[in-house]
C-alpha cells in the first residue's frame, strides 16, 4: 500500500497533478488526492514528478 499526501501549505493550486491523474482533485483550491491510500502508485508518481512546488508525497506502508 502507498500513503498519498500533499502539502498544502506549499500547493500552488495549479492543477497539473489532476490534468495528470485522475486521483487527484481541487479542493478549496488546492490539490487533495481522492483516495490516500492506494495499492499501486499508479499515475500519482506521474502528479508527484510533475508539480511545481514537489509538495506531494508518496510514502509506502507495510
Ligand atoms: S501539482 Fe502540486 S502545486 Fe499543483 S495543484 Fe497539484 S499538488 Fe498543488
Known sequence: MYK???DK???IGCGM???LCD???LKDGKG???KS???EKGCNEK???SCPVQCI???EEK
Open 4 to 6: 498519498i499526501s500533499n
Open 9 to 11: 501549505e506549499k500547493c
Open 17 to 19: 497533478c489532476v490534468q
Open 23 to 25: 486521483n487527484w482533485e
Open 32 to 34: 487533495n488526492p481522492k
Open 37 to 39: 491510500k492506494v495499492e
Open 47 to 49: 502528479a508527484k514528478e
Open 57 to 59: 508525497k508518496i510514502e
